[in-house]
């Protein structure tokens, strides 16, 4: 009986031990993000990127146009039915938000997160930015498995989490959390559809779900290292 015991103790024992090495740490999450979308060597590589993005709200035709520049340069402009209706413009350091209610510049932290997730490949800058990740745990996105990673910024003032396919390593949604005029407001995407372009994959396909609602954006089109100048990114 002390042997049967003993067996099934050190089976138990394998068993957790097992488990915990088929369970890959944040870090190696990363790398294997990193690595699915088609590695270090060709995102470092990348100096600018245009997005060019198309979608259809209530009848209106929404266009987007995303551009990125190294080190942290970024824009967003939306398009409704040919007039524009909201503008991000960071320049590395402040961020500009201008819409039909008004225009605004943001600084410190709330500049800091929204500069960190509108980087080029951000994950590649995490450990060089001291921004901390762990990981959460197993979570079920659209009913698939996936790792879920909470990030935080070095002065601990802006949170928010990832998602990657267990199977694929891919990125299947980001979930940030900022506060607005009504309070805290939570804003999702949803990633799929992955294609390759330049040897690089993107999501062709990404949900929004904000509190104004879901937004199904398509990617029409992805433009790497075009030029894109410094002054595209003027914070006024």
């Known amino acids: 009986m002390k042997k049967i015991g ?20 944040a ?19 990348v100096t600018d990127l245009t997005t060019n993005m198309s979608s259809d709200m209530n009848g209106n ?12 340069m970024f824009s967003m402009v939306i398009n409704a039915n040919g007039m524009e209706v909201m503008k991000q413009t960071g320049n590395g350091t402040n961020v500009a938000m201008g819409g039909m ?13 929204m500069t ?14 001291g921004v901390k990740t762990t ?7 659209d009913g698939k498995d996936t790792y879920k990673l909470s990030h935080t910024t070095a002065d601990g003032a802006a949170t928010w989490t990832d998602n990657f396919d267990v199977t694929t390593g891919l990125k299947v949604q980001s979930v940030t959390t900022g506060r607005g005029p009504q309070g805290e407001m939570k804003n999702s995407m949803v990633y799929s559809d992955y294609k390759d372009t ?14 104004r609602g879901p937004m199904t954006m398509s990617v029409d089109n992805v433009k790497i290292n075009k030029g894109l100048k410094d002054s595209d990114f003027t914070v006024k």
């Open 135 to 141: 990981l959460v745990g197993p979570e079920k996105v």
């Open 116 to 129: 960190m997730m509108n980087t080029l490949f951000p994950e590649l800058h995490y450990a060089e930015n």
């Open 198 to 211: 330049g040897g690089i994959k993107f999501p062709m396909t990404i949900v929004q779900q904000s509190p």
């Open 6 to 25: 003993l067996i099934v103790g050190l089976l138990l024992t394998m068993g957790h031990w097992v488990a915990a090495q088929s369970t890959p740490t």
């Open 27 to 45: 870090d190696e999450i990363l790398a294997n993000y990193i690595t699915a979308i088609g590695g270090k060597e060709a995102l470092m590589k």
């Open 101 to 113: 209610q008004g225009s605004r510049t943001l600084d410190g932290p709330a500049a800091q997160q």
């Open 61 to 72: 035709a929404i266009i987007v146009t995303r551009k990125q520049k190294t080190p942290a």
